[in-house]
């Protein structure tokens, strides 16, 4: 069974369905659902699902959310190691209008991870850690972030990284966010954000960039499918089916089938299966 810290947000994600904007002071009818989440709880929780070890280090605040979403952790077989402050936790609102999708983010505690809480709980023994990008985008959870690939470096293990969305990266600075990547060794992103850091207008390019400056990855595209690559080699895959759910985590649980997969001891291919796999398991349970 495979070590692998996760580092990272953890937020509820609240997903709506909406069929039109409401008016001001209107209500519409759509569909809403309420959902333990955050790009490193999803990863966190997907690959403790398949069988990892998975320890995972991030904050939440003294409150009801925070309660859950530490419950989320343990209830799928995950080491929950949460700093709890005063900042109140962290929750997403995605609605999505047809194939477009929109985020409202409140960071709140995901903010006040600090280097300090991971050094002190960091396990004795290590096989790989998994950063969210979110993390490089603040103070607290950057440096929180950089000891953390600091200590796997220490301890021989492998780095995974998933990118944050595009129009964050864009406004942070791809410059300024690529010395972040060192020590990374294993890349996720999708069509947008890895075509902004490749610096490159078209997905072909991109995965050859990517591919040359990070042992293994993905590009992930939508209901297009994705292109993997390791030391490499390509390997493209369409999608398990095209579903008529909110994406939202998709590609996390696509990145925990992969790291998980190929940490043991997976070709391409079937890791490329298995990552496709975990992230179409994940929709149908979030569509449920």
């Known amino acids: 069974m495979s070590r692998i810290v996760v580092l990272g947000d953890l937020n509820l994600d609240v ?16 569909s809403v659902r309420a959902n333990a989440g955050g790009s490193a709880g999803t990863f966190a929780r997907v690959a403790a699902g398949l069988g990892a070890d998975v320890t995972f280090f991030g904050a939440v605040g ?73 993390s490089f985008l603040a103070e607290g959870p950057r440096a929180a972030a950089r000891k953390g690939i600091a200590l796997a470096g220490g301890c021989g293990a492998s780095v995974s990284l998933n990118l944050p969305p595009a129009n964050l990266l864009a406004a942070f600075g791809v410059d300024r966010f690529r010395p972040f990547l060192q020590g990374v060794d294993w890349l996720f ?17 991109t995965v050859r960039v990517l591919a040359r400056q990070y042992e293994a990855g993905a590009l992930t595209l939508g209901a297009q499918g994705a292109i993997a690559w390791r030391d490499g ?30 940490l043991g001891g997976g070709a391409l291919g079937a890791v490329h299966r298995a990552a496709s796999r975990a ?3 994940y929709l149908c349970l979030r569509g449920a």
């Open 15 to 30: 997903c709506g369905d909406g069929v039109s904007d409401p008016r001001p002071g209107y209500e519409v009818r759509g």
């Open 62 to 134: 003294r409150d009801i959310v925070g309660d859950l979403l530490e419950r989320s952790l343990v209830a799928a077989g995950a080491e929950a190691h949460l700093a709890r402050g005063a900042s109140p936790s962290g929750a997403v609102v995605a609605v999505r209008r047809g194939n477009e999708r929109s985020m409202i983010c409140s960071r709140g505690a995901n903010d006040d991870l600090d280097a300090g809480w991971v050094a002190d709980g960091w396990p004795p023994s290590v096989d790989h850690l998994h950063v969210s990008g979110y």
């Open 189 to 205: 992103a999708n069509q947008g954000e890895g075509e902004l850091l490749a610096g490159t207008p078209a997905t072909d390019d």
């Open 233 to 262: 080699r390509v390997d493209r895959r369409g999608p398990e089916a095209v579903l008529d759910v909110n994406p939202t985590g998709a590609g996390d649980a696509y990145a925990a089938g992969f790291v998980v997969a190929l």
């Open 279 to 281: 992230a179409f398991d």
